[in-house]
């Protein structure tokens, strides 16, 4: 669930009473990655330590205007539909690593400022299923390399079917060849799966490695309860 912050709500207030100037507002906005689970009473403040850092990590530029930031009505309320915002690609495993959350603040780097909004990381789907048979025992597991290409070294993947003689199984993704669609895994499989079985991946959580981005595509929620 999304957490709207208050920082956020005290803006929007400052701004229906004339507190606060449309011409205050930061031109620029941006988006980073933490590994803690948010609270509507943070601050940029209190998620220092809770930021992941090192290995190439910065937090995404997003320049506030009415094209890179559209709004819409949802129902009863509104939201901000935010393009696709991607990361440096990282150059190794960061400190802290495992992100499970986007925040929204004003700063491009530090703990000084605001923080707007937070929400899950809900990583695109990866719905596939065996291009080719895999024995018990097997380190690897072959799947369409569309579906490949949306893993990262670290995932963990649920294989198999559950209540058939195949029982699926959770595994641990240690390498990815996007080309082919070959996933190699951290240990072997337990069990047999035949072709056609399926695969999905198993939770939010990101463990980075050297080479890979993150990729984040939210609606962002003008308001909360």
Do not use: C
Request: avoid cysteine.
């Amino acid at each position: 669930m999304q957490i709207v912050h208050k920082d956020w709500k005290m803006t929007l207030l400052q701004l229906f009473t004339g507190a606060l100037a449309q011409a205050a507002l930061p031109a620029t906005i941006y988006m980073g990655l933490r590994v803690d689970t948010p609270a509507p009473g943070d601050t940029l403040a209190t998620i220092s330590g809770n930021e992941v850092a090192g290995a190439g990590y910065a937090r995404v530029a997003i320049t506030r205007s009415a094209a890179s930031l559209p709004d819409a009505a949802t129902g009863n309320d509104w939201q901000i539909a935010l393009a696709q915002q991607a990361f440096p690609a990282f150059t190794g495993p960061p400190s802290p690593n495992g992100a499970t959350h986007w925040f929204i603040t004003d700063q491009a780097t530090g703990y000084a400022g605001k923080l707007y909004h937070s929400g899950p990381l809900n990583p695109a789907a990866v719905a596939a299923t065996l291009s080719a048979a895999a024995a018990a025992a097997a380190t690897t597991l072959t799947i369409p390399a569309a579906s490949a290409a949306l893993l990262n070294v670290a995932d963990y993947l649920l294989v198999g079917t559950t209540g058939t003689s195949a029982d699926q199984e959770r595994v641990k993704v240690s390498a990815v060849n996007t080309g082919t669609g070959v996933v190699t895994l951290a240990a072997g499989l337990v069990n047999a799966h035949a072709s056609g079985e399926p695969v999905t991946r198993d939770g939010s959580t990101r463990n980075y490695q050297s080479g890979y981005s993150e990729q984040v595509t939210v609606a962002i929620q003008l308001v909360q309860g």
